[in-house]
């Protein structure tokens, strides 16, 4: 297995990041945090219904589930980016 180094001059700084999204370290942090905590458990729900399919995914935890939440949480994030410009 090849690993893929990329070069220090391509990766945007973090606060370029934040300013593009017009977003808090703090607010970055609760989003992706989030987002992050919810795919971990999804991901838990799918890899042991994987193993044993009789095992059901919740549905508050499936791909179309997984796909609302995710929109509702960054078009919160958005809402929250525009508030802050006024």
């Known amino acids: 297995m090849k690993l893929h180094v990329v070069p220090v ?3 945007r700084p973090v606060p370029n990041h ?8 703090l607010g970055h942090l609760y989003f992706a945090g989030s987002v992050s905590v919810f ?19 919740p549905t508050r ?3 179309d589930s ?3 939440f995710v929109m509702k949480s960054w078009l ?11």
């Open 61 to 63: 935890l499936n791909l």
């Open 39 to 57: 795919f971990i458990v999804a991901g838990l729900f799918f890899l042991v219904h994987g193993i044993l399919p009789v095992v059901p995914i």
């Open 18 to 25: 934040l300013r593009h999204a017009n977003m808090s370290y």
């Open 76 to 86: 919160a994030a958005r809402r929250r980016m525009k508030e802050s410009d006024r």
């Open 66 to 68: 997984s796909f609302k």
């Open 9 to 11: 001059d391509s990766v």
